[in-house]
């Protein structure tokens, strides 16, 4: 086996049959699940069980991100919201209508995370509404990180089933 061998097994189109592919796909939710609203998750802990300077470090990187997040959604959210469906209708065309596993492979990913996205939002408008702090601000940070959860653990069973499917039928056509 050659270099250029080698560099196309791992550069491959045919995602669900990729390693690499799975990689990305449990990096992705384990990243998604790890910071909610930015904010990495073992702080909302800390803040728990410590209080104190721990609680009011989260506090603080939970308001900066919060304040960032509906900035951005104020300023630019229509935009994005656009973009975002004019992307992932592009992608289900592409994958589901022409068949190019590359491009279902990529809707698979961005599609859950617009969820995230959503849950997202709204968590923190919630927060910025509400002023929530201490105790409060944990629980609902942690039900923000439970909802991703699921919509992670839901994407996985749905793209492994999917993945599996098209491994299956191309298995058994060539």
Same mark, same amino acid.
């Given at each position: 086996?050659?270099? /250029?061998?080698?560099?196309?097994?791992?550069?491959?189109? $045919?995602?669900?049959?990729?390693?690499?592919?799975?990689?990305?796909?449990?990096?992705?939710? @384990?990243?998604? *699940?790890? $910071?909610?609203?930015?904010?990495?998750?073992?702080?909302? =802990?800390?803040?728990? $069980?410590?209080?104190? =300077?721990?609680?009011?470090?989260?506090?603080?990187?939970?308001?900066?991100?919060?304040?960032?997040?509906?900035?951005?959604?104020?300023? *630019?959210?229509?935009?994005?919201?656009?973009?975002?469906? /004019?992307?992932?209708?592009?992608?289900?065309?592409?994958?589901?209508?022409?068949?190019?596993?590359?491009?279902?492979?990529?809707?698979?990913?961005?599609?859950?995370?617009?969820?995230?996205?959503?849950? *997202?939002?709204?968590?923190?408008?919630?927060?910025? $509404?509400?002023?929530?702090?201490?105790?409060?601000?944990?629980?609902?940070? *942690?039900? %923000?990180?439970? %909802?991703?959860?699921?919509?992670? @653990?839901?994407?996985?069973?749905?793209?492994? /089933?999917?993945?599996?499917?098209?491994?299956?039928?191309?298995?058994?056509?060539?």
């Amino acid at each position: 086996m050659d270099l /250029f061998q080698i560099l196309y097994e791992m550069i491959d189109l $045919r995602s669900f049959s990729n390693l690499w592919y799975w990689i990305a796909l449990a990096v992705m939710w @384990s990243s998604a *699940s790890h $910071r909610v609203l930015g904010v990495p998750f073992d702080m909302v =802990q800390r803040a728990r $069980r410590r209080g104190g =300077q721990a609680e009011q470090d989260l506090e603080d990187m939970v308001r900066v991100n919060v304040n960032r997040l509906l900035y951005i959604a104020e300023v *630019s959210g229509p935009w994005l919201v656009a973009l975002a469906c /004019f992307l992932l209708s592009a992608l289900a065309t592409l994958g589901f209508v022409f068949l190019m596993e590359f491009a279902q492979a990529v809707f698979l990913l961005a599609f859950p995370m617009s969820f995230v996205g959503v849950i *997202s939002y709204f968590t923190a408008r919630r927060i910025a $509404r509400d002023g929530a702090l201490g105790e409060d601000l944990c629980k609902r940070l *942690s039900m %923000c990180r439970l %909802c991703i959860q699921f919509v992670g @653990s839901i994407s996985i069973l749905v793209t492994a /089933f999917w993945g599996m499917y098209q491994n299956l039928s191309i298995g058994a056509l060539g």
